[in-house]
């Protein structure tokens, strides 16, 4: 569906983007995952025909996004609140919806829709900037889904909502990808990406580091648990005992030992055992995002 | 303490990153002290007004009135016509009956006839003719009493002569001539001087007024002479309105149109800083994203300038009838066409600002100085006449200026739409350059980024 080919994009001297090839298909819910700066605005804002690259090419379905076809088949919700504050809610559907071209009974019915679609029906005559913040964030996203696009992008669209909200979202744009729309959202939060996303596509500095489902990106790593504990003197044994079992690193306080492919969980806790450290000290879990992103930058995705 | 300093630090820093609290507090005050200051003739070698077309038809053979001629030419207040262009591009002199054509075609708007009876045995004093188009009331006030000043300072000798005349026509020649001796011999024994002498000043009306004419310098602050009521009696004018005399609120149609594009100017210069605000909060992002193209974005950005520019002066000029009788509706359709030409050269002011610009603030800092600027030295405040020759030659290349010769050619002059076309000309070229600068500029510019 969406096929982007090499594609670059330079503000004067910073290279925001370089080389970046990406394709998803019909269907699909396609995550992209980076800290802020990795370039993921601006891909999104290449992929919405707001600017032409520098190289490379974007297409969507065959057709140049920057096309007018190609603009009529994806709506973008920006990652501001991108809604004209002074004026009602049906007003503001009103107005996008034109803007796609939608006219009379169809603009009625879709305003009706979209405005139901997210609990704000009864508040339509209400100017915009009365709203909870949470309120704006679901009609922010609704305008953008009045023409029916064949792609939804969305640039951050959680960006301070409050977890109620955040959750409304992610349930209504769920229901929307298992009705057959295609989207794309970009985010730093990897919660987000591990909950919605069906693939996903990690950036940073303008690449493209590494693509795929959460279980082939998983694979990439050279550890299949990750275990936690606190650092501090009563554990301090341990990870001298740990040296040369696999990977030992400390982040925010915390040790995390990623165990060599063939070191067995069973010898980790035997070996606890002997040093008298309790169970509950330790966590083990299946490897996250935040780990791939660590092995694939050498830094957490927060710096 | 410690804290208040901080808190003193904090707000400096912010003031001194803040370029656009600094122009309004620093750099627009002193550009209006500037501007008002020359206007009032400070720091100019030459206060006062200058260069005021000012048209002279001399149609005396009296040496005194081509005296009257050199004084108005030698006063640096007025540019004193007295020839014009033939067709073939030859000039000759001007006639009394090229005066009402050339004053309602702008050309200037103040003249004087000195006709063949400038003296005359059939009154006392002398005569002449004052044609004029007053629509800057100020202007006019100052030409009346720059013209009394000249003749008393130059030519009293012409009055003189009247009283001759005068004295002649009911004395009777011989009658006069024993006057003028008596006068002459009694003069001379009292004061000295030798008789013949001051008997042949006398015949040529050398009474020794030329010490009126030092004293009258000191004029009065409305532009009267000091002498007002002696000069009424001494000098008949002839006062004669070209244009605007069937204006019906004089004083309101000369300052709304002013006022009305200033604040017009403010107003456009606010909605197009909008565009910094529309484009920060993700507004104009999401409407490029759709079918809409940055052309049909400007376009109507462009429209609705022009639309609410045209709503704001009607409204204004329409208040300027219902408080003071400003005639609006005498000249409804001229006044829209110039109304919606203003609109759309502040419109282009305005969008030419938001893409020059990188920000809101700078924006509107900048749409200030500049409206403010542009005000004072376009003449929506003080007459250009006021001003330096530089500040007036600036003028023409304001906005206001040629908005309000617009509202001034409808409103006062009455013009005809054929009449109007060279200002409405001027106002939709600029709009065109400036429309055509703004969206080469916006089209560079970090607002679509």
């Known amino acids: 569906m969406l096929n982007i080919q090499a594609v670059t994009k330079r503000y004067g001297t910073l290279t925001a983007l370089e080389g970046v090839s990406l394709q998803v298909e019909t269907g699909e819910f396609f995550g992209l995952l980076g800290p802020n700066g990795a370039g993921k605005s601006t891909l999104m804002s290449l992929v919405a025909g707001l600017r032409p690259a520098d190289a490379g090419t974007l297409t969507l379905d065959g057709a140049e996004l920057r096309s007018a076809a190609g603009r009529l088949a994806l709506g973008l919700v920006p990652q501001h609140i991108a809604l004209y504050q002074e004026l009602s809610a049906e007003q503001n559907l009103r107005i996008f919806g034109q803007l796609y071209g939608l006219r009379g009974a169809v603009l009625r019915e879709r305003v009706d829709e979209a405005l139901a679609a997210v609990q704000l029906a009864d508040r339509r005559k209400d100017p915009v900037k009365n709203f909870s913040g949470g309120m704006q964030r679901r009609l922010n996203l609704v305008a953008a889904l009045l023409h029916r696009p064949k792609l939804l992008l969305c640039d951050e669209p959680t960006v301070g909502v409050d977890p109620q909200s955040r959750n409304a979202i992610f349930e209504y744009l769920e229901r929307l990808n298992r009705g057959g729309l295609t989207i794309i959202y970009s985010t730093h939060y990897m919660e987000e990406a591990t909950r919605l996303c069906s693939r996903i596509g990690v950036i940073d500095h303008g690449r493209i580091l590494a693509e795929g489902t959460l279980d082939e990106l998983l694979t990439r790593l050279p550890f299949e648990e990750e275990i936690r504990f606190a650092a501090g003197a009563p554990t301090e044994t341990l990870t001298a005992a740990l040296a040369g079992q696999g990977n030992l690193e400390t982040v925010d306080g915390v040790h995390r030992f990623q165990p060599r492919a063939d070191y067995r969980l069973s010898s980790f806790y035997t070996l606890t055992e002997s040093l008298g450290l309790p169970a509950r000290l330790f966590t083990s879990q299946r490897p996250t995002l935040e780990a791939l992103f660590l092995h694939l930058t050498g830094r957490t995705i927060r710096e | ?449």
């Open chain 2, 1 to 449: 303490m410690h804290i208040l300093l901080t808190l003193l630090g904090k707000d400096f820093a912010n003031l001194r990153r803040n370029r656009g609290a600094l122009v309004l507090t620093f750099v627009v005050p002193m550009v209006i002290i500037y501007i008002v200051g020359l206007v009032f003739g400070l720091g100019r070698s030459d206060n006062g007004p200058s260069g005021i077309p000012f048209a002279v038809v001399n149609q005396s053979d009296n040496p005194a009135a081509q005296k009257l001629v050199a004084a108005l030419q030698a006063e640096k207040s007025f540019r004193v016509i007295t020839t014009c262009a033939n067709p073939d591009k030859t000039t000759r002199a001007l006639s009394e009956a090229d005066l009402r054509p050339m004053i309602r075609d702008r050309k200037f708007s103040y003249a004087l006839v000195i006709p063949p009876d400038v003296v005359s045995d059939e009154r006392l004093g002398l005569h002449l003719k004052f044609l004029s188009d007053p629509r800057n009331d100020i202007e006019s006030q100052m030409v009346n009493g720059l013209l009394q000043k000249t003749i008393f300072s130059n030519v009293p000798q012409l009055l003189g002569q009247a009283l001759q005349a005068r004295a002649k026509k009911f004395l009777g020649s011989p009658k006069l001539s024993q006057f003028n001796h008596g006068i002459a011999s009694t003069v001379a024994q009292a004061f000295g001087g030798d008789p013949a002498v001051i008997e042949r000043d006398m015949q040529q009306g050398n009474f020794g007024l030329d010490a009126l004419g030092s004293g009258s310098a000191a004029t009065g602050g409305k532009g009267e002479p000091a002498g007002g009521d002696i000069f009424s009696k001494l000098v008949k004018i002839d006062a004669e309105q070209v244009v605007g005399k069937d204006v019906k609120s004089p004083a309101a149609t000369r300052i709304v149109g002013g006022y009305a594009v200033m604040f017009l100017l403010f107003a456009l210069s606010n909605a197009s800083a909008a565009f910094f605000d529309e484009k920060n909060s993700g507004v104009f992002q999401r409407v490029l994203s759709t079918p809409v193209t940055r052309a049909q974005l400007l376009w109507s950005r462009f429209l609705y300038g022009v639309l609410f520019g045209l709503g704001q002066l009607m409204a204004l000029f329409f208040a300027g009838h219902l408080l003071y009788g400003v005639d609006v509706f005498g000249h409804l359709g001229n006044l829209i066409l110039v109304c919606a030409s203003v609109a759309a050269a502040c419109t282009g002011f305005g969008m030419l600002l938001s893409a020059v610009t990188r920000s809101p603030d700078a924006a509107r800092s900048l749409a200030t100085l500049l409206v403010i600027t542009m005000s004072a030295c376009g003449g929506a405040w003080f007459p250009i006449s006021l001003m330096p020759d530089f500040m007036q030659h600036i003028a023409h290349f304001t906005i206001v200026y040629w908005a309000i010769e617009g509202f001034g050619a409808v409103l006062w002059a009455g013009n005809s739409l054929v009449q109007l076309l060279p200002i409405l000309g001027v106002l939709l070229g600029t709009t065109a350059v400036v429309m055509t600068i703004a969206i080469w500029r916006f089209n560079r510019s970090a607002i679509f980024e």
